[in-house]
Antibody
Framework: QVQLVQSGAELKKPGASVKVSCKAS????????VNWVRQAAGQGLEWMGW????????GHAQKFQGRLTMTTDTSISTAYMELSSLRSEDTAVYFC???????????WGQGTLVTVSS | QAGLTQPPSVSKALRQTATLTCTGN????????AAWLQQHQGHPPKLLSY???NRPSGISERLSASRSGNTASLTITGLQPEDEADYYC???????????FGGGTKLTVL
């Protein structure tokens, strides 16, 4: 079946970087955008950015300017999200999701907890 | 970035009907419509509808979505205990060039 499987939980110190992977299966990876969304504990969903695996085009929320890097490896149907200069406020569950319509995502990864703590 | 506006909570009795709203502007909901997501505690979101009232396969017919102007709505009829969850709307904002989410509505089934 169509699914996205993400890498495991991460514990990082402030100022470090984290890289989360998202492996797709059950569909042709290159045909759909990959979005990254995060959710802090008890909070709502926050969109971070998107990437098209074929063109390499990306877009991101203004607040992540300069800190967010999204890449894909189409040979292994995997997307990556790297967030740098981590601070405590970046502690959240990070989701990858397949874009299916403007602003809509139809398949979601299970989420990766990133904890930023000294 | 400005998001979409949803009421924080809605409570309805079992087997009743709940209507959740999501208000944006002409650059997002008014232009693109909205998608609706359901999220149970500890689980990833699940897509319920997209572009106003297109339901993915497997989504209950008790759910229907619509849009009027800059406001999107999700109606759930015959509420069941499993409908108790957080509901989010999302869409593309052509002014921000970004996906925007609503803050979420917690639906309680009494």
């Amino acid at each position: 079946q169509v699914q996205l499987v993400q890498s495991g939980a991460e514990l990082k110190k402030p100022g470090a970087s984290v890289k989360v992977s998202c492996k797709a299966s059950g569909y042709t990876f290159s045909t759909s955008d990959v979005n990254w969304v995060r959710q802090a504990a008890g909070q709502g969903l926050e969109w971070m950015g998107w990437m098209n695996p074929t063109s390499g085009r990306t877009g991101h929320a203004q607040k992540f300017q300069g800190r967010l890097t999204m890449t894909t490896d189409t040979s292994i149907s995997t997307a990556y999200m790297e967030l740098s200069s981590l601070r405590s406020e970046d502690t959240a569950v990070y989701f990858c999701a397949r874009g299916s319509s403007p602003g809509g995502c139809d398949v979601w990864g299970q989420g990766t907890l990133v904890t930023v703590s000294s | 970035q400005a998001g979409l506006t949803q009421p924080p909570s809605v409570s309805k009795a079992l087997r009743q009907t709940a209507t959740l709203t999501c208000t944006g502007n002409s650059n997002n909901v008014g232009n693109q419509g909205a998608a609706w997501l359901q999220q149970h505690q500890g689980h990833p979101p699940k897509l319920l509808s997209y572009r106003n009232n297109n339901r993915p396969s497997g989504i209950s017919e008790r759910l229907s979505a619509s849009r009027s102007g800059n406001t999107a709505s999700l109606t759930i009829t015959g509420l069941q205990p499993e409908d108790e969850a957080d509901y989010y709307c999302s869409t593309w904002d052509s002014s921000l060039n970004a996906v925007v989410f609503g803050g979420g509505t917690k639906l309680t089934v009494l």
